[in-house]
């Protein structure tokens, strides 16, 4: 093995790190932050839908069900299916799904994964949390 | 050989040739001939009907020349060619598998990524294997008792390592044959995570097929839509714009780094060094959040598409990732130094599981395996796609073999992979970033080879002119890599496993596919 | 008879089992502050205040799993081993001076290192028992490596302990803790460094971590227990690295003296012990975060062929120094 050429960093950087600050951020006491952009939860225009199904054709992962609802052909998003690599937006010729920041999914009741459209007259938003 | 070949079109790169089945080993000793160092990339089987197309991608100086020959489908037999390849072994298993043809004269010819109870006489990447019929009627193979592990004669002991177990992240089985404490002899039995995604492949648009080869592996996610993406371009004959290649470039080297300083990091884990676990995946996570910056997600990126990237690259994102590749320059001096340096680091890694060149040579070894035993061998380089061929970096090689030499080839590609970035944010060219495609695909195929972080990685795309394509096959570079942990093992030191095995970065999901 | 209160509560209570229990758990949360902040994490959190408690919280937690005992093993063996290893190390402890006397009043006696040394070398044969007796090639395995490290170390282990008794003049812990007017760290600096060294190798940690290679033996000889059986196993390990520190204040760093300002000199003498102990924790700590793991060979060659003759050869240096130098300095 012979001598070594000079002296392993390891030992002044072990030293050093006992007066930094830990990287550790205290998830969930701290908030995490993503940037824009993020793939999380979708949200749902109906008044800019015009119940063409392009997002229910091209999604990869038949997470998406066109269903009734108020007379209106509307997507029902399986939440608990989707991969949100978001073709659906990317389909959707009138730009009515989008991307949102919420991504604290995890739940024990998988009934509240579905994320159904509502009429035409509102926002389709969030409704966990 | 005269009428028995016929020469096909061969474009940049490509060539191809139709051989008659018994006139496939004569083909491929010829190619040898030539150059001795010519090795085998993949074998793709293909559903003709009433005939199995074989197809035997080679590769000789970094050109991809594919040897295609047909075998009847009643009767698809078709001599073996791994006495004079080596590393066509697992090839020819795994067609065996899932097309039912029989490599005469092979030398194991057991079942390698299908589970052994998987009913005889199905075959599932035949078009007509009826694969629900059999689920239904829950049709399973007699039970083949696994040969009882030979009861230690004499001083030989059976340790299996697999598929649970702490020093493997995903489930495959490795038997080994110790005595006492050195290895004699082991048997790697892959196809635990199979998932039969070829075959899902073909039952999905082009466009479904971007995601859904990209869950083929998780770490070297970009790598494998990249490679489907610019394959199907080639079908289409079309470019993508230059930006989009850029942007391309930028998320494969990030996809690179991360994937390196994650085995890095598992290395130290598994030779007992901690610290370096939890510096290295410190370091690792601002990697991930760029990613998540540029892709919206911090380790499936989605970002391919066919015709371009499915994001631009946004101008007030350039300065953060610039500043993040600085940072990491550092810390990589840092490691650097500390490779070098740390004896309990080099005691455990020197000189464990040599890989000679020759041997390297003879199995198609492919990444930083090959590149760590001196075998200069990079698609970058070979055969630039994207936008390489216009920035300058360094191939890293090392003469020692062992597993100190593959791990500080990683070390030092990371730094290769920043100056990358670097250069092609600097050289951004403005455009659009994507291009329309139809979403029917005309009849054609094409192959096409990318460098993930584990080595080459090989695409095979036929279409038969409908929105879903006919055949897609994939050969991942662990996969060509199993045959040298056989080498590098046996005849080594029972200890010596766990390092040995982690510095070839094997990546199971890739492998079973 | 008499029973002597203040006995019982010596042996019970403080400085005897009760406090041991309480401080391996306190040494256990700064190991694992230590060796978190050095890697550039938080370590414990969340039980009570910085996670002092989390020690107590895996504790309990092994006690509320299911103790089972597996077919083939040796029951009785199997059953006792572990909680016979944790007892023989805390015997052990009884007699050490931390406040100034040993835990059991009047029990130090000539040759008690020896004594001491003897009894952790019966406790880690009852850890090899325990893997012995698992019926299980993991377990086996495991246990022959305890086995085969513990005793391999044991003897330059030993060697290096006769240089503080050498210079003292006494076998007896307490006498050697009471003799030195300067810490023998200081006097005799290279069996100081040598002692931390094999120490390292005794107490299993890196880079002679081997016994607790997961990705090489699975659980080791750990690997069949559960429940209350291992939470003892578990104790055992921290009350052996609190021993072996425990040794080193009182054979190099001179035991609990120091400077008494006011007051009970004992709880004086009390703390400097918590205090030089602490620092030995840090140390060994820090050697830890240093190094990989050594492979089995590694880690016995590095016995064989440099400890074993260091410690020789610093055995007579200390013997030519003393016999020759001290009384100079005197």
Redesign the interface.
């Known amino acids: 093995m012979g001598k070594k050429s000079s002296v392993s960093p390891m030992i002044k950087e072990l030293l050093s790190q006992l007066f930094k600050k830990p990287a550790t951020s205290k998830y969930p006491f701290v908030k995490a932050e993503v940037p824009e952009g993020f793939r999380g939860k979708q949200v749902y225009d109906p008044n800019l839908c015009i119940s063409c199904g392009l997002c229910s054709r091209d999604c990869p992962a038949k997470a998406i069900e066109m269903v009734e609802v108020g007379g209106k052909r509307s997507p029902l998003f399986h939440l608990d299916l989707c991969i949100f690599c978001y073709q659906c937006a990317e389909s959707c010729p009138r730009k009515a799904i989008k991307s949102s920041e919420f991504f604290e999914l995890a739940t024990t009741n998988k009934s509240s994964l579905v994320l159904k459209p509502e009429g035409p007259s509102q926002k389709g938003e969030c409704t966990q949390q | 050989m005269g009428k028995r070949v016929q020469i096909q079109q061969a474009h940049l790169g490509k060539a191809s040739i139709q051989v008659k089945a018994d006139a496939t080993k004569d083909a491929v000793k010829a190619l040898l001939e030539a150059n001795k160092n010519a090795g085998i990339v993949a074998l793709t089987g293909l559903d003709l009907d009433k005939k199995i197309g074989l197809m035997y991608h080679m590769c000789t100086n970094g050109v991809i020349v594919t040897i295609r020959t047909e075998v009847p489908k009643k009767k698809p037999k078709i001599a073996t060619i791994s006495d004079i390849i080596p590393g066509a072994q697992f090839h020819e298993r795994e067609a065996a598998d899932l097309f039912g043809v029989t490599f005469e004269g092979h030398p194991n010819p057991a079942r390698l990524v299908l589970p052994d109870n998987w009913p005889e006489n199905l075959y599932p990447l035949r078009k007509d294997a009826k694969i629900d019929e059999a689920l239904a009627k829950n049709e399973t193979a007699p039970s083949k008792a696994e040969p009882a592990p030979a009861q230690n004669e004499g001083d030989l002991v059976n340790i299996i390592i697999g598929p649970q177990h702490p020093a493997l992240l995903e489930p495959e089985k490795f038997s080994l044959t110790v005595d006492g404490e050195i290895v004699k002899h082991v048997e790697p039995r892959i196809g635990y995570v199979h998932r039969g995604i070829e075959k899902a492949a073909e039952q999905r648009t082009y466009l479904q097929d971007v995601y859904l080869v990209e869950r083929i592996c998780g770490i070297c996610n970009s790598c494998h839509a990249a490679c489907f993406v610019e394959t199907v371009e080639e079908i289409l004959g079309f470019d993508v714009p230059l930006r989009a290649k850029y942007i391309r470039t930028i998320i494969l080297e990030l996809n690179r780094l991360h994937s390196h300083m994650l085995l890095l990091g598992h290395a130290g884990l598994e030779i007992g060094y901690e610290t370096l676990f939890q510096y290295m995946w410190r370091d690792r996570e601002p990697i991930m959040d760029l990613t998540e910056m540029l892709t919206g997600n911090r380790v499936i990126s989605s970002a391919m598409t066919v015709g371009g990237v499915r994001r631009d690259l946004q101008e007030k994102d350039v300065p953060k990732i610039k500043t993040q590749m600085v940072t990491l320059k550092k810390k990589m001096d840092f490691y650097h130094k500390l490779f070098e340096n740390e004896p309990s680091f080099k005691m455990r890694t020197k000189n464990v599981g040599v890989l000679s060149k020759e041997d390297a040579l003879k199995l198609c070894v492919v990444g930083p395996v090959a590149r760590g035993s001196g075998v200069a061998i990079d698609v970058r380089k070979d055969e630039p796609y994207e936008a390489y061929g216009e920035i300058p970096f360094n191939i890293i090689t090392r003469d020692e073999g062992d597993s100190w030499a593959r791990l500080m080839v990683r070390l030092d590609e990371v730094v290769e992979s920043i100056n990358i970035i670097d250069y092609a944010l600097d050289h951004m060219p403005s455009g659009p970033f994507r291009i329309k495609v139809p979403r029917v695909v005309a009849a054609g195929e094409a192959v096409n080879h990318v460098e993930a972080p584990r080595g080459e990685l090989f695409y095979y795309v036929k279409s038969q002119g409908t929105a879903y394509p006919e055949r897609v096959k994939v050969r991942t570079p662990t996969f060509a890599n199993i045959p040298a942990f056989i080498t590098i093992a046996e005849g080594g030191n029972i200890a010596d496993v766990p390092p040995s095995f982690v510095s070839l970065d094997p990546c199971f999901s890739c492998t079973d596919r | 008879m008499v029973i002597d209160l203040w006995f019982i509560f010596r042996v019970l209570v403080f400085p005897g089992f009760t406090f041991i229990f309480f401080f391996t758990m306190f040494c256990d949360w700064i190991e694992r502050k230590?060796e978190?902040?050095?890697?550039?994490?938080?370590g414990p959190?969340f039980t009570g205040p910085g996670g002092i408690l989390q020690p107590f919280a895996d504790v309990i937690k092994l006690l509320t799993k299911e103790d089972i005992v597996p077919a083939g093993a040796k029951r009785k063996v199997f059953k006792l081993a572990p909680i016979l290893a944790f007892s023989f190390v805390v015997f052990a402890f009884s007699f050490l001076p931390i406040d100034g006397a040993a835990v059991i009043p009047n029990s130090s006696f000539a040759g008690d290192l020896i004594f001491v040394m003897a009894l952790i070398t019966i406790a880690n044969f009852f850890l090899f028992l325990s893997g012995w007796a698992s019926a299980n090639p993991y377990g086996d395995i495991g246990a022959t490596r305890v086995l085969t490290q513990f005793l391999g170390y044991d003897i330059p282990l030993i060697l290096l302990a006769l240089t503080p008794a050498f210079i003292a003049g006494s076998l007896s812990i307490t006498v050697i803790a009471a003799n030195q007017y300067l810490p023998f760290a200081l006097l005799a600096p290279w069996a100081f460094v040598l002692f931390i060294v094999t120490l390292q190798a005794e107490l299993e940690k890196?880079?002679f971590?081997i016994p607790h290679?997961?990705?090489?033996v699975?659980g080791g000889l750990e690997t069949e227990f559960g429940g209350g059986k291992l939470a003892f196993l578990r104790l055992t390990r921290d009350v052996q690295i609190v021993f072996g520190a425990a040794l080193v204040v009182e054979l190099f760093l001179g035991g609990p003296y120091g400077p008494v300002f006011f007051g009970l000199p004992e709880f004086w003498y009390f703390l400097w012990f918590v205090l030089k102990l602490l620092a030995v924790v840090v140390i060994t700590e820090?050697v830890t975060?240093?190094?990989?793991?050594?492979?089995?060979?590694?880690v016995l060659s590095a016995n064989w062929k440099v400890l074993l003759p260091l410690s020789v050869l610093s055995l007579a240096l200390t013997v030519a120094v003393a016999t020759w130098i001290y009384p100079l300095m005197v």
């Open positions: 230590i978190a902040r050095m890697q550039n994490r938080v959190a890196d880079p971590d290679a997961e990705s090489e699975v820090y975060c240093l190094f990989a793991r050594l492979r089995i060979d590694q």
